[in-house]
T-cell receptor
Framework: AQKITQTQPGMFVQEKEAVTLDCTYD???????LFWYKQPSSGEMIFLIY??????QNATEGRYSLNFQKARKSANLVISASQLGDSAMYFC?????????????FGTGTRLKVLA | SAVISQKPSRDICQRGTSLTIQCQVD?????MFWYRQQPGQSLTLIAT?????????ESGFVIDKFPISRPNLTFSTLTVSNMSPEDSSIYLC???????????FGSGTQLSVL
């Protein structure tokens, strides 16, 4: 079974508008972390935002925010005021496991295209 | 934070040969991870390499095909053995775990097998 599910293979958004990229996860571990990474065409993996399973507030990093709904096991990424440079592949990932046994699992990704 | 140097950055290899990818970290880290990213796909975890113990391989990956060394807390190698065109991928070294809020990545090795 998929541990991280991203149901949107591709998304379009108009420049300056907000966009939400969906991510659901599956784990029985009470302690876990959720991440979003951006991968532009250059191939590098760029960390965007992190949410811990015990964090009470949704994480925010500049134009990025993570809509964390624990009961629904969802961790959607919201990008506000989209820019052309936001066009890239976006991966949701989960860290599970305890000290010394961490594992990071990635979703299938969403390709975002920002339109001028 | 961690700065990861991975090499080679790319290589073109012949079928049946082996390639060893090196990953050097600028600080001591407990856990290192090796991922494969096939063209247009997501990242798939190959194995976790902890210093002082055997690497832990994920389902579908075996030590004979992807032997890993982890001689100290700053260095690891991944060998892709007896390569076939299906091994053409980007291979990524990363570090994370205790003390790291996120996963840090090397710049990747683009492997093409002819």
């Amino acid at each position: 079974a998929q541990k991280i599910t991203q149901t949107q293979p591709g998304m379009f958004v108009q420049e300056k508008e907000a966009v939400t990229l969906d991510c659901t996860y599956d784990t029985s571990d009470p302690s876990y972390g959720l991440f979003w990474y951006k991968q532009p065409s250059s191939g590098e993996m760029i960390f965007l935002i992190y949410q811990g399973s015990y964090d009470q507030q949704n994480a925010t990093e500049g134009r990025y925010s993570l809509n964390f709904q624990k009961a629904r096991k969802s961790a959607n990424l919201v990008i506000s005021a989209s820019q052309l440079g936001d066009s890239a592949m976006y991966f949701c990932a989960m860290r599970e496991g305890g000290s010394g046994t961490y594992k990071y699992i990635f979703g299938t990704g969403t390709r975002l295209k920002v339109l001028a | 934070s961690a700065v990861i140097s991975q090499k080679p950055s790319r290589d073109i290899c012949q079928r049946g040969t082996s390639l060893t990818i090196q990953c050097q970290v600028d600080s001591q880290v407990t856990m290192m991870f090796w991922y494969r990213q096939q063209p247009g796909q997501s990242l798939t975890l190959i194995a976790t390499a902890n210093q002082g113990s055997e690497a832990t391989y994920e389902s579908g990956f075996v030590i004979d095909k992807f032997p890993i060394s982890r001689p100290n807390l700053t260095f690891s190698t991944l060998t892709v053995s007896n390569m076939s065109p299906e091994d053409s991928s980007i291979y990524l070294c990363s570090v994370g775990g205790t003390g790291f809020e996120k996963l840090f990545f090397g710049s990747g090795t683009q492997l093409s097998v002819l």
